[in-house]
T-cell receptor, first 114, second 114 residues
Framework: DAGVIQSPRHEVTEMGQEVTLRCKPI?????LFWYRQTMMRGLELLIY????????DSGMPEDRFSAKMPNASFSTLKIQPSEPRDSAVYFC????????????FGSGTQLSVL | SQQGEEDPQALSIQEGENATMNCSYK?????LQWYRQNSGRGLVHLIL?????REKHSGRLRVTLDTSKKSSSLLITASRAADTASYFC??????????????FGKGTMLLVSP
C-alpha cells in the first residue's frame, strides 16, 4: 500500500491567492483527518470526516478554510483567500473503523504564504 | 487547546542509553497513543495504550499509563541513532458535549548521538 498521499509537497503562494491541498487516504480507511502543524501551536486538528461526512469542523480557523471529501479516496482542503499566518505544514491522516486509533499520516504539505 | 504535554521538550543521549519521555494530560481519556516524527516527515504511530491498561510493550518500547495521575511515559531501551526524532503523545478523549477527538502534545525532541 502506498500510504496516505498528499499533494503538493510544497506550496509557495502570495497573500490573497487560493490554495488547494489534496489527499488520498489509504484504501479501506473510512476516517480522514486534516491537521495543521506550526512551531507555536503544535499539531491542531482542523476537521475530520467519517465515511466521507464531515463530523467535527470546530478546528477550522475561519470561513476562509473549507474541506470536502467527494468520495472515499479523495479529500481537499482549500484556503481562500490565503494569508501569511496560514503558513504551516498541513497533514492529512486516515484510520480504519471510524476511530481515532492508529492514524496513518501523509508526508504533509509545506505551505508558505508570502 | 493542548491536552497532552510532553516532558522534557528536548533530550540528548548516547547510543545504547535508555530514553524516557513523559506525557501529562488533563481530562479522562479513552486511550493514549505515542507517535514519532522524523524531520520533514509525517507522524508514525508507535503504540496505543487503553485507559484500562497500565503497561504495554512493543519491541524496544515500553509505555506506562497512570490514570490517577493523568500521566504516561514512553521508554526506549538501548537507543540507536535512528531513534533520533520528535515523539508525541496523543490523547483520545471525548469532551463534554463534543466529539471524540485525538489531541497531540507539542512533543519531545530526542537526539541520539553515535
Amino acid at each position: 500500500d502506498a500510504g496516505v498521499i498528499q499533494s503538493p509537497r510544497h506550496e509557495v503562494t502570495e497573500m490573497g491567492q487560493e490554495v488547494t491541498l489534496r489527499c488520498k487516504p489509504i484504501s479501506g480507511h473510512n476516517s480522514l483527518f486534516w491537521y495543521r502543524q506550526t512551531m507555536m501551536r503544535g499539531l491542531e486538528l482542523l476537521i475530520y470526516f467519517n465515511n466521507n461526512v464531515p463530523i467535527d469542523d470546530s478546528g477550522m480557523p475561519e470561513d476562509r478554510f473549507s474541506a470536502k471529501m467527494p468520495n472515499a479516496s479523495f479529500s481537499t482542503l482549500k484556503i481562500q483567500p490565503s494569508e501569511p499566518r496560514d503558513s504551516a505544514v498541513y497533514f492529512c491522516a486516515s484510520s480504519f473503523g471510524g476511530t481515532h486509533e492508529k492514524l496513518f499520516f501523509g508526508s504533509g504539505t509545506q505551505l508558505s504564504v508570502l | 487547546s493542548q491536552q497532552g504535554e510532553e516532558d522534557p521538550q528536548a533530550l540528548s543521549i548516547q547510543e545504547g542509553e535508555n530514553a524516557t519521555m513523559n506525557c501529562s494530560y488533563k481530562t479522562s481519556i479513552n486511550n493514549l497513543q505515542w507517535y514519532r516524527q522524523n524531520s520533514g516527515r509525517g507522524l508514525v504511530h508507535l503504540i496505543l495504550i487503553r485507559s484500562n491498561e497500565r503497561e504495554k510493550h512493543s519491541g524496544r518500547l515500553r509505555v506506562t499509563l497512570d490514570t490517577s495521575k493523568k500521566s504516561s511515559s514512553l521508554l526506549i531501551t538501548a537507543s540507536r541513532a535512528a531513534d533520533t526524532a520528535s515523539y508525541f503523545c496523543a490523547t483520545d478523549a471525548m469532551p463534554p458535549g463534543g466529539y471524540s477527538t485525538l489531541t497531540f502534545g507539542k512533543g519531545t525532541m530526542l537526539l541520539v548521538s553515535p
